[in-house]
């Protein structure tokens, strides 16, 4: 019956003289595309609604299926395969040739013909098909039209409008695909163009998109102009390493300097999309704070050393903290690595150091997340996809703003609102941009109550059920009992869970085993059969039995000596609980290792710093959120220094031990040879008690996520991107702002540090609370981070202004609270 089914929903037509049957609603150019042939377009495109802007892909129908021709050549870009359809294309009609051709003699009527000096020659839709089908000889011998050029439509993104040929890609991606309308078609006929507001620029985290998707060279990119042909460029195709949504990237390259990243073709993940940060983010190796050579210290100064050198100081050193006492040692990985580089640290942690005290999470973290992760991560492989995303009925946000924290998501999100009209519904405090682009709807939350909202929710009001997918982000483990809610609600729902990270190497560290309760593939430290699995495959005898521990008990215990030597990888102090300490225990740790590709806060304080290769120079896989792996090609060569895997092999050689690896394909094998833990999974986390957070006068619940473009290190040098990013504001609602107005400098205050921001009325905010972005861009001393100063979501802060109204903030004006 299925079959049969199927087959009535196909129709069959025939292009050029070939039979195919297609199913209903399939366009033409889209039919033709699937027998191999081939017809010129430059406003169509698969992703985005057809529109029939350009006409260059005429076809000629000779027959409508009704036994009559139509009466002129058609779009094959908007009408749809109808039974009994006959088609020719213009390899067959001259009919189809002539308009195709006359299509393409008006467009270049007023095109300026500059390809020697386009960033597009070379890889133009428009430029190849002249060549193939257009006329030798233009008959035009008018004006061609002209414009003050480049016009900049954003910081970085330029326009050369008399390039443009109307095609409508990059307004139609624009409000159909990222939801920011910025950028439309204005005037008509010959004065038809791109236009803009000149004080509302094209700020959008997915402008770069319409770079790529330009037939043309009328939209350039500010940093790429001019600076190569495509033809010099070697590409690679690999991996984005800024955010955990495993975006395909090409990435481009001239004499071993990267020039320019675009999108991948990835269906299955980013489709033909990604987002600014990972277009134009990759010039963060290039500074002189890039690392070479080993650094040692000696006195109060880090001098270069060869690699001997480092490697017999860095062994010296661990070997002096082990004569401290038991598990002298601790490990913190971060987030940039690789699957097979965590998993060389969580090897390297337990066979060459004998400890179980490693860490992936360089951010705020709680016991209760780590049974979580354990429970309802660890080992599960691809579970919850993009595609779930896509064609669920409900999809449920607890504590993540995907349009900052993982873009993909969003993009997918805001694609299923838009085809199937998902029900997209957030637990959040306000409703955000983008939660209004996701036709989102707003489950009113204050920081640190999500387990009780959670506990409560109203089936009617929020139909969850095995159609719907739980999305919680990393920020959930922050707030008391949260993640055991979220495992309660699947459970009683049937809902499908997904733990979206911020970081592209999250997932994979935990996979590799970089927590303190888990070996490699889910495994459990504490199950006597888990650790004879990982014995017998890493060659070793014993391996640590109990829990060891997670990154702020193994910097409290480094500030109270119990611990007396780390090894530190891709780790800012900033993005810690709390900075302070942070910064104190490393500088009081009495053997520190850094392992990192620049000169940072913590190789400021190391002993000994090994240098470790940059993204665009490593080989190896991530893990996307969903649990797929997305592989990382190196797209530069380098010499000059090694993979945290091979640092880790040489170090592991020097103490004694063979790590056994020495390369991604090697880690990799042994990793799969592993294979997932098939056993019982621990037990589920215990809820931390809900301690509700009341506000006094002067004081408000902060409410915080980092946005896409922040104060990371991932987007130095990049000043254009930078240029975009969005102003440092704090949120509050109307009875809070108390009759100040937009703009008003407003004081917040945590701890023994204050920044002062410009107000931004949101008025369906919670009472109660404020939100202010936790890693904005530096601009002055004044706008330092709340990240730094340790504050996170769900915390008391102190909120003041200078002005004299005693009635502000809605609990009272108490002055400098310090």
């Given amino acids: 019956m299925t079959e049969v089914a199927n087959k009535t929903d196909e129709v069959t037509c025939t292009i050029d003289g070939i039979e195919i049957s297609v199913p209903k609603g399939t366009l033409v150019i889209r039919a033709a595309e699937q027998l191999g042939i081939q017809i010129p377009k430059f406003c169509d495109h698969p992703l985005l609604d057809p529109v029939g802007a350009c006409r260059q892909c005429m076809v000629d129908v000779t027959d409508d299926g009704r036994g009559r021709p139509m009466p002129k050549p058609q779009a094959s870009c908007t009408i749809t395969c109808m039974p009994g359809m006959q088609i020719e294309t213009g390899h067959v009609s001259a009919k189809a040739e002539k308009a195709q051709a006359g299509m393409l003699e008006f467009l270049l009527m007023n095109h300026p013909l500059d390809c020697p000096i386009c960033d597009k020659g070379g890889e133009c839709p428009l430029q190849n098909q002249s060549l193939s089908n257009g006329a030798a000889e233009s008959r035009y011998d008018g004006v061609k039209r002209t414009f003050p050029k480049p016009i900049n439509v954003s910081k970085q993104i330029l326009l050369d409008r008399e390039r443009c040929v109307l095609c409508a890609r990059c307004t139609r991606f624009s409000e159909q695909i990222s939801g920011d309308p910025f950028i439309a078609l204005v005037e008509r006929g010959a004065l038809q163009q791109v236009g803009f507001y000149e004080d509302q620029p094209y700020n959008s985290y997915f402008s770069g998109n319409t770079i790529q998707i330009c037939p043309v060279g009328a939209l350039t990119s500010a940093k790429y102009r001019f600076r190569s042909r495509p033809f010099d460029l070697k590409s690679q195709v690999t991996t984005c390493e800024h955010c955990a949504s495993g975006c395909e990237l ?61 490697i017999n100081a860095a062994v010296r050193g661990l070997q002096q903290a082990g004569a401290a006492g038991d598990h002298p040692y601790g490990v913190l990985t971060g987030g940039r690595l690789t699957v097979e580089d965590a998993y060389a640290y969580a090897k390297f942690a337990r066979v060459a150091l004998g400890t179980n005290n490693i860490d992936f999470r360089s951010r705020p973290h709680t016991p209760e997340e780590s049974a979580f992760l354990a429970q309802a991560v660890a080992g599960t492989g691809l579970g919850t996809s993009y595609a779930d995303l896509e064609h669920a009925a409900t999809v449920l946000l607890v504590d993540l703003e995907p349009e900052d924290e993982s873009p993909m998501v969003f993009l997918r999100l805001r694609k299923a609102y838009r085809k199937n009209r998902t029900r997209v519904f957030t637990l959040a405090p306000y409703a955000s941009a983008g939660t209004r682009k996701m036709g989102g709807t707003v489950l009113p939350t204050v920081p640190g109550t999500e387990a009780d909202v959670l506990d409560h929710l109203d089936p009617t009001e929020v139909p969850l059920d095995a159609n719907s997918v739980v999305l919680v982000g990393e920020r959930a483990a922050t707030s008391p009992g949260a993640l055991t809610a979220v495992l309660d609600l699947v459970h009683r729902t049937g809902a499908k869970l997904a733990w979206v990270p911020r970081r592209a190497g999250d997932r994979g560290a935990i996979e590799a085993g970089c927590l303190p309760n888990l070996l490699p593939g889910g495994r459990p430290v504490t199950d006597a059969a888990a650790r004879v699995d990982v014995r017998a495959a890493w060659g070793t005898d014993a391996l640590p039995s109990t829990p060891g521990r997670d990154g702020d008990q193994i910097l409290a215990a480094v500030a109270a000596g119990e611990l007396k030597a780390l090894v530190v990888a891709g780790v800012e102090p900033a993005d810690l609980r709390a900075p302070a300490t942070a910064l104190a225990a490393l500088e009081n740790v009495d053997f520190l290792i850094s392992l990192e590709t620049r000169i940072s806060e913590v190789t400021a304080r190391a002993d000994v710093v090994f240098p470790v290769s940059l993204f665009e120079e490593r080989e190896g896989t991530f893990l996307d959120w969903e649990g797929r792996e997305r592989p990382v090609h190196p797209a530069v060569p380098t010499t000059q220094v090694m993979s945290d895997l091979r640092v880790l092999a040489a170090l592991a050689d020097a103490l004694g031990t063979d790590l056994g690896i020495r390369s991604a394909a090697e880690a990799r094998t042994e990793l799969a040879e592993l294979g997932v833990w098939a056993g019982a999974r621990p037990d589920a986390p215990n809820a931390a008690p809900l301690q509700q957070v009341r506000p006094g006068p002067g004081e408000a619940i902060l409410a915080s996520w980092r946005e896409l473009i922040d104060d990371s290190r991932g987007t130095d040098h990049a000043g254009e991107l930078l240029a975009t990013a969005r102003p440092t504001v704090i949120r509050m609602n109307l009875d809070m702002a108390n009759g100040l107005r937009d703009g008003s400098p407003i004081k917040v205050a945590w701890g023994e540090g204050q920044i002062t921001l410009s107000l931004e009325i949101a008025s369906d905010m919670v009472d109660g609370v404020v939100w202010v972005p936790r890693h904005p861009l530096s601009r002055g001393t004044e706008h330092a981070s709340l990240g730094r100063l340790g504050a996170i979501n769900g915390e008391l802060v102190r909120i003041w202004t200078d002005e004299t109204d005693p009635a502000f903030p809605a609990g009272g004006n108490e002055g400098d609270p310090r």
Avoid: H, M
């Avoid at 999108?263 to 990759?282: L, M, S």
């Fill in 250 to 310: 090409r990435v481009d390259q001239r004499r071993s300097e990267v020039l320019r990243r675009y999108a991948g073709d990835a269906p299955e993940v980013n489709e033909e999309w990604n987002c600014d940060k990972g277009r134009f983010g990759f010039e963060y190796g290039r500074g002189e704070d890039r690392i070479t050579r080993p650094l040692i210290r000696e006195g109060d100064v880090l001098r270069p050393a060869s690699w001997p050198e480092a």
